[in-house]
């Protein structure tokens, strides 16, 4: 058993009051994973984009009490794990680390390394891998622990996309959502996942391919084949083209056919402004004014007792794998064309 083992959470993080939105839309923009352009001409942009974006933004938060939930809603998954964790060491520390807002990986880092852990487990609450999620926390987490000197052997968990908690917590919420549906009602449901620039999925990005597996292993797992159901995609912004379809197309298609819609988050896995706002309101005004006889959502995980045991079974599974990075399947989930999967190196 191992003694003293840290877990880091990652996420993307949110702002904590409202003049913390356009330091956190800079800190989200000027990451080179997102905005893919030379330093100089990335920070401008960024600053340009936070200044014009963070009043619509402020709104956004204003509509759900003025701050991200994302920050409590991970510490409840984190207190949860380290129960959950307990049987693994002798003593556990669960970190959270933010992409663009505190706490950021060198706060993470520096408390981590205070501690001493004898082991560190890297858990990326993004069940999907994006060069932009995963891939940019990953690297920002490097540079942090190497300037806090943490030296402890480090195990990554890149994906879990359908690993059995995260997909069983995902069907049990789906069965609850359809017992409150009547039987027969004609009905859609969309998976819908936060949606990224074509041009970075053609670059190789594996996150679609993983969108896709988890989405098939919930429904499977839900017992409901006859769901008429399909992937779409939410959060389009800027004048680039976006994977799809979008959610907002699949929405005023249900209008047209007279579908009811039961909508799965398929990439979130806490409530933050994608699910409250976007989902919740602005998405449920246009089913109602496309003519939608009825729409739902259906709840993150959050801290689902199901997928709060999957995520303490993948971090076993990295103890006592001596790779330093696997999936929660062991080794590669992606075809050949993604090259940008972090195992590209493997068969």
């Excluded at 759900?64 to 693994?88: D, F, N």
Aim: glycine fraction near 8%.
């Amino acid at each position: 058993m191992t003694a003293r083992l840290g877990v880091v959470l990652f996420n993307l993080g949110g702002p904590d009051a409202p003049e913390a939105v356009r330091p956190f839309l800079f800190n989200l923009f000027k990451d080179k994973a997102i905005i893919r352009l030379p330093w100089g001409l990335r920070h401008l942009v960024a600053w340009l984009i936070a200044r014009r974006r963070s009043p619509v933004a402020a709104e956004i938060y204003h509509r759900i009490g003025g701050r991200s939930p994302i920050m409590p809603e991970t510490q409840k998954q984190a207190a949860a794990l380290s129960k959950a964790l307990r049987h693994l060491a002798d003593d556990v520390k669960v970190v959270i680390a933010m992409r663009y807002w505190h706490p950021f990986s060198r706060e993470a880092a520096e408390t981590l390394a205070q501690w001493r852990p004898e082991r560190v487990i890297l858990l990326p609450l993004y069940p999907q891998f994006s060069t932009t999620t995963t891939q940019s926390s990953l690297e920002d987490w490097r540079k942090s622990a190497e300037r806090a000197g943490l030296t402890a052997p480090t195990g990554t968990l890149c994906c879990y996309p359908r690993a059995e908690g995260w997909v069983l917590a995902q069907a049990d919420l789906l069965r609850d959502a359809l017992a409150g549906v009547g039987e027969g009602a004609p009905m859609r449901l969309p998976c819908s996942a936060h949606g990224l620039p074509k041009k970075i999925v053609e670059g190789g990005d594996p996150y679609p391919h993983q969108v896709e597996l988890g989405a098939k292993a919930i429904i499977a797992a839900s017992g409901r084949d006859d769901l008429d159901w399909r992937v779409s995609y939410q959060s389009r912004v800027g004048p680039l083209e976006w994977i799809g379809p979008s959610t907002e197309a699949e929405i005023k298609r249900a209008g047209r056919d007279g579908k009811g819609l039961l909508v799965l988050p398929i990439a979130f896995v806490s409530e933050h402004s994608e699910t409250l706002v976007e989902l919740d309101i602005e998405y449920a005004e246009l089913a109602r004014k496309s003519g939608v006889p009825f729409y739902r959502r259906i709840p993150a995980v959050g801290d689902h007792p199901l997928f709060i045991a999957g995520l303490a079974a993948m971090v076993g599974h990295a103890l006592r794998d001596p790779a330093e990075l696997r999936s929660a399947e062991g080794g590669r989930l992606c075809p050949r064309s993604c090259g940008a999967c972090p195992h590209r190196g493997e068969a």
